[in-house]
């Protein structure tokens, strides 16, 4: 189940130069008794990263609570083989990522306890290349 866009405008779009701006004030969230693995520095997240991390938190909590993800990995990247010569297009979108700002959510898990939900969220946080900070709300 790796998320990408059902739809989009262009098959294939450039490449993304840079990296998403550097914040240091974190999103307010209006929700309360959740829980939030929030991003400390902007990066880029795959689709299979994304996914694993998913994965380990679900198994975590036994499956009870809810788990939201805000992120859509929606900017394809692609490239060519290894052994193809120079021209003939570009290459088939090998992956898909999420570009993230510093301070955003990445996932949600509401109605669980503290006991069971940090711990989900740690494991989780393991499977992501970014430096991520767990929040109680």
């Not at 790796?2 to 004030?25: A, M, V």
């Not at 974190?26 to 998913?54: D, M, P, V």
């Amino acid at each position: 189940m790796l998320s990408q866009p059902k739809k989009t405008k262009y098959r294939k779009y450039f490449k993304p130069r840079s990296l998403p701006k550097n914040t240091t004030k974190t999103q307010k969230l209006a929700e309360h008794s959740c829980f939030a693995l929030i991003s400390l520095e902007s990066g880029y997240i795959n689709g299979q990263q994304l996914e694993a991390a998913r994965q380990n938190i679900r198994r975590k909590v036994k499956r009870e609570g809810k788990l939201e993800i805000a992120l859509l990995t929606d900017k394809a990247i692609s490239n060519k083989p290894t052994a193809a010569r120079m021209g003939k297009g570009k290459g088939k979108v090998k992956h898909w990522v999420a570009s993230i700002s510093a301070g955003k959510p990445i996932f949600f898990l509401y109605g669980i306890d503290s006991e069971r939900g940090f711990p989900a969220l740690k494991a989780g946080a393991n499977k992501l290349p970014l430096k991520i900070k767990i929040c109680h709300f």
